[in-house]
């Protein structure tokens, strides 16, 4: 702590002088120590995954405390025991004052003070006044440690186990009995002993014991947590990746008992990885993966149809091959009791639960059924083997997760539910202090697992969208990279940030990302679209319905990848120009950024061609400043002058077609029944339409 705050005195580091962990070498002339014994006690450079040490100054952990608790005892239990036994002698029937009673040495103190029987009298911040309460301290020997107020609170006691400087020194030392002992462990205010006459006056420091003593104070200090008599601090803990944030967290003092900063787990080659969904195409790579990169030497791969699944025994006889054990299990991970029995008897170091399904389509033909069939693998399954393995000590507990629950994705309202639980589910873990990280990934390439159904349209509509699929080869280094960080959630994908920011809208996740660019997107659609408006209204009528006609072709035609407007018919349905739902979707949204409007997503279903969505637009954008014409009135005049003998200067024949044609286009420009195009109403029958077409054709990551 001093040397974290800078307060150690001259050029001592003594970052990380205590640890806890197990032992992988022992030197020559080392006693009493194996390799595989779990050991904590006094070591150089504590912080990082190998610490070299003494063999003199360690202990065995007891066999219920975890490395944690182990690595938060040492210093603070050792210094208590040097001060109070060794130094100051302190013996039953006699007081001490221990100042900062609730910090790490004095609560280690205080309970080894009341052991030896001594009364004990300490001091801390008011606020943290219930820790000495919790441990057994009444009132009358509790005082603040910001202020002189003990010194005629307190009786004389026999001996103080100092840790404060300048005044206080001054009113402990006033407080001391007659050749009373002063132990000084602090390192800011040492004092010459000459000047402290009629009192004991030993400042120290642990080291001070050699490491003999240490570490036989060490096993005096295990006997005695043995039999109760001392217990472990309170800890928290910080993965060592944050161990910035640990030390902002002490440099405020406000914590009680001990900082530990614990290290990465590493994947134990021994132990077995439970690779559910293993025979499938993401959990396939994987197990090649775990077994030819990260060095895992057993595997058990799992799905329900076990080795039944295409590819499982080339699969298993493959990893066979580089030198793996692999057992293949048929079984369905969202039965608790099949989960159990798999479980029975084996000794995993990692889990990575990749098994799911899909079963796209809108949320309101999602039956119970449909439901379920996706939320099983996902919610339940990852719920067992959460409950299942929390006391098996993994290394690693790894969700496969997906975007969609994070970016959301059209027709797959079930499997972003399961898979948002996923991610909800690692973070609990994590709050729990079990490993877990959820892993929301973006689609891999197609002839991977869920995306093999994908078309190459459909790829090329998701890299036009900014989210181009992952190659295997950039998605398993991804996992290794994930698996490198201190995170619950993480959302392995490819982004294409150039064509991102020219979106016109992205998913709120991403927008920080392309922040910028986006910024300058909505502007320039701002831009866009009141021009739009603008240039439309400044039209003369004729010449507004065909530029808006052409608004509609080009982003069409932007959209199904064609490289002009022709090959968009203004009045062939959408449907036959090739749109899917989720096409059709892309160009509404398309059609939002360029008009300003927000227009329906059923826009293409209800306005089915190019024309009658142009129409639309024109209806809905143009503000016309001319004054309004009775349309009735005109088709009475024009009837009139039809009828007249007006008609015989013109072709009767191609007025009549001219007449017939704005006949089609009235009849196209009149608005679907209402209810027809309601965006609520799903259920209606214009959506069941819809609702087919997404059935069919929605298969996305
Ligand atoms: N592929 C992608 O682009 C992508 C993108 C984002 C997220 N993900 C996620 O990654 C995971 C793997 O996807 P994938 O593409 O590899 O899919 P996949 O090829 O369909 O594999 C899924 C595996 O899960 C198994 N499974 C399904 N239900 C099960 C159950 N109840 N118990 C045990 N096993 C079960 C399946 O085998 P059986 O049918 O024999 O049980 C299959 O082996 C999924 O969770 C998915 O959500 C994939």
Redesign the pocket.
Known sequence: MLTALGMYPGDVRVFGAEAAGTVVEVGPEVTGLRVGDRVLGLVDDGFGPLAIADGRQLGLVPPQWTDTTAASAPLVFLTAYYGLVDLAGLVAGERVLIHAGAGGVGMAAVQLARYLGAEVFATASEGKWEVLRSLGLDEAHIASSRSLGFASRFPSVDVVLNSLAGEFVDASVGLLRAGGRFVEMGKTDIRRAEDLPGVVYRPFDLADAGPERIGSMLGELLDLFAIDALRPLPVTSWDVRRAGEAFRFMSMAKHVGKIVLTMPRVWDPGGTVLV????????GELARHLVSVRGMRRLLL????GLA?PGAVALRDELASLGAEVEVVA????DREAVAGLLSGRRLTAVVH????LDDGLVGSLTAERLSAVL???VD?AWHLHELTRDLDLAAFVL????AGVLGSPGQGN?AAG?AYLDALAAHRRSLGLPAISLA????AQG????SGLTDADMARMARAGLP?LSVEDGLAMFDAALGLDEANVVPMALDLPRLRALPEVAPPLRALVKTGRRAAANGHAATAVSLAQRLSSLRKTERSRAALDVVRGEAAAVLGHSGIEAVGSDVEFRALGFDSLTSVELRNRLNGISGLRLPTTLVFDYPTPLAVADYLLTNLVVDEAPAVSLADEVDRLEAALLSSAVDEGDPQHLADRLERMAAKLRQAVPVPAGKSSEEDIKSASLGELLDIIDDELTL?
């Open positions: 559910t969904g293993g025979t499938g195409g993401l959990g799992t799905s329900r149809r699944a079984c369905d991970v969202a990749t098994a799911g399904v099983r693998p996902k399954a496969y997760s997906s975007s499997y898979n990934w973006g689609a891999w991977n697992g869920m995306t699929p990551s």
